[in-house]
């Protein structure tokens, strides 16, 4: 069974910066995209980040409201997906859940979507 591990939350003040890490605990055979989600209390879960597989290291994309602030990264040798968060506002405070999109564990499997236990994020102004 495969399973997300997050670490790397917590609070912050204002302008200041965390990482968060994602890891896929057991190999696997392919994965669509891996990505990071976030629910602020009172909200829906919403896309902060992605990075889809493939060579050159894929490719990624990011919600509007954190371009230029956030870098996702990925490591296909150790199955991990990090986020860099910087000049982090209170607006960013909430839960941070890792997603893998279409992971298939084994070549003749169905793929299926995976969440990690989510990490919690708060920024204090």
């Known amino acids: 069974q495969v399973q997300l591990v997050e670490s790397g939350g917590g609070s912050v003040q204002a302008g200041g910066s965390l990482r968060l890490s994602c890891a896929v605990s057991a190999r696997f055979h392919s994965v669509n995209a891996m990505g990071w989600y976030r629910q602020a209390p009172g909200k829906q879960r919403e896309l902060v980040a992605q990075?889809?597989?493939?060579?050159?290291?894929?490719?990624?994309n990011y919600a509007d409201f954190v371009k230029g602030r956030f870098t996702i990264s990925r490591d296909d040798a150790k199955n991990t997906v990090d986020l860099q968060m910087n000049s982090l506002k209170p607006e960013d405070t909430g839960v941070y859940y890792c997603?893998?999109?279409?992971?298939?564990?084994?070549?003749?499997?169905?793929?299926?979507?995976?969440w990690g236990q989510g990490t919690q994020v708060t920024v204090s102004s």
């Open positions: 997603n893998a999109d279409q992971l298939r564990i084994l070549c003749w499997w169905a793929p299926k979507d995976y």
């Open positions: 990075i889809t597989s493939g060579g050159s290291g894929g490719s990624s």
